[in-house]
């Protein structure tokens, strides 16, 4: 057994066994209509989302919500979750390192996070064109979508890891983690909401900046460096929770 077998045993079971079809016929089941009746059907508000020129930020912030939400439960192992070896049987039977089981887990975690955009690509394209998008939003828009599927899922992979035996603690948390965030970041600054950020970069509009004891901090620098700050804080967690699991 070479240090890619439990990323083997990932793409074995949901690419080969097809157990990980279902969650990218969710996305796209849930983003494709959303895009069109976004597109045809009238707003009842002059302020909301509305016709064309909006269509490439719903699309967007959709994909995001989506991409997110299901990045968190793949992490989670919550698809085919009894076809998956456990840790200690990785660690202790196969002779995996913790190094070798983490880096598994990240490496697939960033292959479905390509994969549901690279399926989510055609509708994203297709709405910035109609909203005439330039391509170097577009290909910002990208990025940005990468970068918060990935860094918000790492999380799941700690709940996984801590909780590995206890598939219902894990649920929960995910499901709490996410709504609470999202909460949070728009009570406490409005900038760290991944949401708020991405449309007002879509609508190429500026945030205040964080005046902190005297000192304006760019929205766009607190934005990221937070973001890189919590999505840190996952990795070292990750890691921290899989030393305690394997360690028992």
Same mark, same amino acid.
């Given at each position: 057994m070479n240090s890619n077998s439990v990323l083997r045993e990932s793409i074995d079971i949901f690419f080969v066994e097809g157990h990980g079809f279902a969650v990218y016929f969710y +996305? *796209? #089941? +849930?983003?494709a209509p959303v895009e069109f009746l976004s597109l045809y059907l009238p707003s009842l508000d002059a302020q909301m989302w509305s016709g064309s020129a909006s269509l490439f930020k #719903? =699309? !967007? #912030? =959709? =994909?995001l919500l989506l991409t997110v939400y299901f990045a968190m439960r793949v992490?989670?192992?919550e698809f085919a979750s009894w076809r998956f070896r456990t840790l200690k049987r990785w660690h202790r039977e196969n002779g995996q390192p913790i190094f070798a089981i983490a880096q598994a887990q990240l490496l697939f975690l960033s292959l479905h996070v390509a994969l549901s955009l690279l399926l989510? !690509?055609?509708? *994203? +394209?297709w709405a910035a064109a109609i909203a005439r998008t330039p391509f170097s939003m577009v290909a910002l828009t990208f990025g940005l979508l990468f970068f918060y599927a990935w860094g918000y899922a790492t999380w799941g992979? @700690?709940?996984? !890891?801590?909780?590995e %035996? %206890? !598939?219902e603690s894990r649920q929960v948390f995910i %499901?709490?983690? @996410?709504f609470v965030l999202t909460i949070l970041s728009l009570l406490v600054y409005l900038p760290l909401n991944p949401i708020a950020f991405l449309l007002s970069i879509l609508s190429r509009q500026e945030f205040p900046p964080l005046s902190i004891v005297g000192y304006k901090w760019p929205a766009g620098t607190v934005h990221f460096s937070g973001h890189l700050l919590f999505i840190g804080s996952a990795l070292l967690a990750h890691r921290w929770a899989l030393r305690k699991e394997l360690s028992r």
């Open positions: +996305i *796209l #089941v +849930i983003l #719903v =699309t !967007a #912030v =959709t =994909t992490a989670n192992q989510c !690509a055609p509708l *994203l +394209i992979l @700690f709940a996984l !890891a801590l909780w %035996r %206890r !598939a %499901r709490s983690f @996410f």
